[in-house]
Every structure is written in structure tokens, then in C-alpha cells.
């Protein structure tokens, strides 16, 4: 009888210990689900007049540099693989005309929703345009490549480079 009692009270402490396991494994998970990186990343460039002059026979190559702001949030979805959403802001590129020293702004603000994978490549475009806040002048495109690594255990972004070039038509 004592032998029952001990083999049941045994049995009812391993089933709290694999409940308890399990549980922290799934709080462990939610969290990876769930987490947020902010990275800067600096990126320069030059943008060629040719790719435009069609458009705009005024262009002129524009010589960008500054730090792109990127974060992003990894997500579970109960049907697709783990992803993350990337959000990309180049607001804080410096362009400027290598002919006329005006300011060219940029408004791309890419967000994007990715596998998670230990690197990944991704190929946008961002429009600028001179700085002329009284005309809306002619917009031109940028091709922004961004390079990104991440702890695939967490989903937290570890790395990130940029580079800025022409879009040719």
C-alpha cells in the first residue's frame, strides 16, 4: 500500500514538472513571436541623372547619404512559418544635386512582411524628388537593397547593411 501512495504521489509530480516545462516552452515561444528590433543603418549613394532625363530634362545625379531606421516585429501566423514585418524609414537620407546643391527628400517608408530566416535580402524602391515645398516637382526612383540577419531562436534582427543605387528602366 505504501508503494501505490509513493508510485501515484511520483506520478502526480512528474505530470507538474512536463506541465510546468511546457508551459515555460510556450511562454518561451510567444516571446520569440513577439519581438521588437531597431536597427541604423547607414547607406550612400549615387543616383544617375540618365535613368531620368526622359522624364525630367532638368535631372541631374544626386549623391545620397544617412542612416536608414529599421525595424522590425516578428509574428506567428497559426497557418503560414514564422515571419517578421520590416519597416524601413529613409527620412533621414541627406541628398543633395550634384549640379545645382539643392536638396532632394526621400518618401519611402517601405514595411514589408518576411519569412524569418537566419538573412535575408530584400530589393525596394524609395521615391525622391527635389525639396521645393511650394511645386510638386517630378519624382524620381531609387533601388534600396537591404541586407538583414537574425537570431532565428528569438527573432530579434542582429544585423543589417544597406545600399542605395538607379533604378534602370
Known amino acids: 500500500m505504501m508503494m501505490r501512495t509513493t508510485s501515484s504521489h511520483a506520478v ?3 505530470a507538474q514538472a512536463l506541465a510546468a516545462g511546457a508551459l515555460a516552452l510556450a511562454a518561451r515561444g510567444a516571446d520569440a513571436q513577439s519581438a521588437r528590433s531597431s536597427r541604423a543603418s547607414p547607406v550612400t549613394g ?12 532638368t535631372a541631374e545625379n544626386v549623391q545620397c547619404s544617412g542612416d536608414l531606421t ?11 512559418p514564422p515571419g ?30 518576411r519569412l524569418l530566416v537566419p538573412s535575408d535580402v530584400i530589393t525596394t524602391t524609395l521615391a525622391f524628388h527635389q ?22 531562436a528569438t527573432g530579434a534582427l542582429t544585423g543589417a547593411t544597406a545600399s542605395l543605387g538607379d533604378l534602370v528602366p
Request: overall charge negative.
Open 12 to 14: 502526480s509530480l512528474l
Open 46 to 57: 549615387t543616383l544617375s541623372a540618365r535613368a531620368a532625363v526622359a522624364v525630367d530634362p
Open 70 to 80: 529599421i525595424d522590425t516585429k516578428a509574428v506567428a501566423d497559426p497557418v503560414l
Open 84 to 113: 517578421v514585418v520590416v519597416s524601413i524609414d529613409a527620412s533621414a537620407l541627406v541628398c543633395v544635386g550634384q549640379g545645382t546643391k539643392g536638396r532632394y527628400v526621400t518618401d519611402g517608408q517601405p514595411t514589408l512582411t
Open 131 to 152: 525639396d521645393a515645398p511650394d511645386e510638386l516637382p517630378p519624382s524620381r526612383t531609387a533601388v534600396l537593397t537591404v541586407n538583414l540577419t537574425y537570431d532565428i
